[in-house]
């Protein structure tokens, strides 16, 4: 269950279930925010629907029996040259005495080519999302609020359960991949070889960027190569750390940009009416407003799935509130004001710099008569089937919820009979009629 073409039928995911300890139980089911999981008659759990990583059901299994899928480091051994760059969490998870300069030399000493500062870019973006609400408040179509593009559970999240908010989407690469066109397009212009020469690693907190590489929402390609987990080349760079004896600093951005690991982080640095909202439910309901027409009167939010931001990652290592506090700690030592030259940032933006080659989803196009008419009838016999459902929520049918198993029902992944209670009814139904 990974890793499928982008051209099959089968939705694109990166978790793996063991069927040996999947015992059937419906935790996972019932975690799951877009009910992708079915666990039919205590049989292990499969995924039917739309994943969007966002690895609720790997926290909430409780034997261990969902992973997630990362790249191997050796994926990259034979590029000519490798870049590296890693989610500004990376900087919260070893601790007060090692600085985040330490852990970019560390990066170096264990043999990447070029190692890169994500967190300079960062404070990059935060002002280019500024000189975009700055343009477009002027403009009258433009949707409020806008939405960050940085946490790619979100914007998968909203893909498939609120498709009408794609337009809220900053329209604006992630610093992740900008850092990985960026080098691939300078590297190979110093070095003279073809970008392909050229592959970049991004070190992560969470799964759902192995997703961003092999099916990008809003590029035609992703400029990231591999991806891996920060528990995945944590020992290693541990050690390599320690074994630093060089002094070139890598790391040049101010707190700000190290500050994007917290919830709130990558606002602290927007002078603009914005919201930072973490953690998958509060996630979904501050979405659910905004499908609604609420906070138009805000610029930008920031959502984050996890709690407490990207520190709450499953790929992290450290205690996510000790790390918390540590990265607090590094933006007050390193300021709470950005390095970079505005004049400097503003110049790229208006060339384009930072903007995704594929700013929206495509209109889909209009319901034909036929069509729509299918569309109402199927939903019709969708109300039919759930007004005859019990509404217990129970998962017993193996589907997340009533209303999701009356769509299985239709589609034919399911039958009533599924259902306990439907089944206990039509039996106390047949032996009334035989006393009569």
């Not at 991004?202 to 997703?211: E, Q």
């Not at 009533?416 to 209670?421: I, T």
Request: net charge positive; charged share 25%.
């Amino acid at each position: 269950m990974k890793n499928q073409s982008p051209s099959s039928t089968i939705p694109i995911q990166y978790v793996e279930i063991d069927e040996a300890r999947c015992n059937g139980c419906v935790l996972c089911m019932k975690a799951c925010p877009t009910k992708a999981l079915r666990v039919h008659e205590g049989r292990v759990a499969q995924v039917v629907g739309t994943c969007v990583d966002c690895g609720e059901c790997i926290r909430v299994c409780p034997r261990g029996a969902i992973r997630a899928v990362t790249t191997c480091p050796e994926d990259l051994d034979k590029a000519k040259y490798s870049v590296v760059s890693a989610a500004t969490v990376l900087y919260s998870q070893f601790g007060e005495d090692v600085a985040p300069n330490d852990i970019l030399l560390g990066l170096k000493g264990m043999g990447f080519s070029y190692v890169h500062d994500q967190s300079y870019t960062n404070e990059m973006f935060s002002v280019a999302i500024e000189l975009y609400i700055q343009e477009n408040r002027k403009k009258e179509h433009t949707p409020w609020p806008l939405i960050s593009p940085v946490c790619p559970v979100v914007v998968r999240l909203i893909a498939a359960r609120f498709p009408e908010l794609l337009h809220h989407i900053l329209p604006l690469s992630a610093p992740r991949e900008i850092v990985a066109r960026e080098a691939k397009l300078r590297l190979s212009l110093k070095h003279g070889c073809d970008e392909s020469d050229i592959k970049t690693l991004h070190i992560s907190p969470c799964p759902a960027k192995m997703i961003c590489i092999t099916d990008p929402l809003f590029h035609t390609h992703s400029y990231i190569d591999a991806a891996i987990g920060i528990s995945d080349i944590y020992c290693g760079l541990k050690k390599s750390i320690k074994e630093v004896d060089e002094d070139k600093v890598l790391h040049h951005s101010g707190g700000i940009g190290l500050g994007w690991g917290l919830s709130g982080g990558e606002i602290s640095g927007i002078q603009m009416n914005c919201l930072a909202v973490s953690g998958l439910q509060d996630t979904i309901n501050y979405l659910e407003k905004i499908d609604m027409g609420r906070f138009s009167n805000i610029d930008y939010i920031e959502f984050r799935a996890c709690a407490e931001g990207c520190l709450g990652g499953l790929f992290t290592v450290a205690d996510k509130y000790q790390a918390k506090r540590y990265l607090q700690q590094l933006v007050r030592m390193y300021g709470v004001e950005r390095r970079v030259k505005y004049e400097y940032v503003r110049k790229l933006y208006e060339n384009g710099w930072f903007f995704a080659e594929k700013t929206r989803y495509a209109e889909q196009p209009a319901l034909t008569k036929k069509a729509l008419s299918e569309r109402i009838e199927r939903q019709k016999r969708v109300e039919k089937i759930l007004a005859r459902l019990p509404k217990k929520e129970c998962g017993h049918c193996g589907s997340p919820d009533c209303a999701t198993f009356a769509q299985d029902v239709v589609e034919g992944r399911a039958s009533l009979d599924d259902c306990l209670f439907s089944r206990s009814k039509g039996t106390k139904q047949v032996k009334s009629k035989e006393k009569r």
